[in-house]
């Protein structure tokens, strides 16, 4: 089996453009890696992604956004997840199942139960061998974001975005072997490292 990697993070935390870094990194060491990302990642996956965070004429109710992103989501494990660990490529995926805790769960208030068992569902149980928490106060991500058009996650108020990055914390503190919290106010080079301090240290046990 091969790594599962994802970032996490709330609105502007940078957590993209480190995927990107690390992804360019282990491929110029001619390691086999996918980047992917959620919502999306596959055809099928982009256009709920498209409904999720673009519909502005209906409210979508929590559920039904709890059952959108996993439908995206088990599209994704379905066609790139589990087919390149498989093949011993090493996936880092942009935001992965914590994302419907911290936000569906954790932000818009459904059972967290409920949250883990439809995630385990889509995952069809699958997990990552790690996680990096972007972790920025809300605020500062959200004024990142201001000078782009705002996506219905954007557009929610300050605490809802406090209530995820909340939420994102526990989960962490919960399960610190899987996790590793990284302060996003330092440098990108700063944070470049840290990563990869983390993920080098779990490349020799890559069982191809
Ligand atoms: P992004 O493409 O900017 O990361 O936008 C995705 C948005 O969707 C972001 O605000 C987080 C939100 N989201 C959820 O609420 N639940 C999820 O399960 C996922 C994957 C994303």
Redo the contacts with the bound molecule.
Sequence with gaps: MALFITFEG??GSG??AQSRVLYAKLTKQAIPVVLT????GTPLGDKM?HL??WTNDTDISPMT??LL??A??AQLVTEIVKPSLKKGVIVIC????D??I???SY??GLDLEIVKLVNHTATQGLKPDLTFLLNTPSEIGLARKKQQKQ????RENLAFHQK?RQGYLKLAADESERWLVVDASQSKAKITKLIWQRVSELLPQRRV
């Design positions: 709330g609105e957590k993209s990302h959620e919502p999306g992604s999720l965070k956004e709890l992103f996993n995206a989501r942009d935001r992965y199942a994302s419907s911290a936000y569906q932000g818009r996506d219905r996650f954007e995820v």
